[in-house]
């Protein structure tokens, strides 16, 4: 107010009409995803593991297990946007997922990305020597 100056997180607050509003919490599906070396060559194969809890969103937020999901998609994309592969994954009771990606020995080198149906999860893709 009047000289005041304030950070608001844009998450959660939207400039409108010459006023700052609050946005809603939204709900959805909430994603932890890692996965085993973050750098690897062509021809390696990418393990992935995680969870995935739904969000009630609002004022009292809740995390739950996925009702009605028992399987996700993914997609890979190289460095340069091309698709490379998809498949699936099936979920387990605990909305817990553990998959492995080839990646093909022809792929673009660079900041590779596994979207999982509204989720990316980047990881590196290069040529390197292993120690000895």
Do not use: C
Request: glycine fraction near 16%; charged fraction near 25%.
């Amino acid at each position: 107010r009047g000289a005041d100056t304030a950070f608001l997180p844009a998450r959660f607050w939207q400039y409108e009409d010459g006023a700052w509003r609050r946005r809603g919490t939204p709900g959805g599906l909430r994603w932890f995803v890692f996965d085993d070396q973050g750098l690897y060559k062509p021809g390696e194969t990418v393990r992935v593991k995680g969870w995935i809890r739904a969000f009630s969103g609002g004022k009292d937020g809740v995390l739950s297990l996925p009702r009605g999901k028992d399987r996700i998609a993914w997609t890979l994309r190289d460095s340069q946007g091309n698709e490379v592969s998809k498949g699936s994954a099936p979920l387990n009771a605990w909305g817990a997922f553990d998959l492995g990606v080839s990646l093909p020995k022809t792929m673009n080198l660079g900041q590779a990305m596994l979207d999982l149906g509204g989720h990316g999860h980047g990881f590196n893709v290069q040529e390197f020597r292993r120690p000895e």
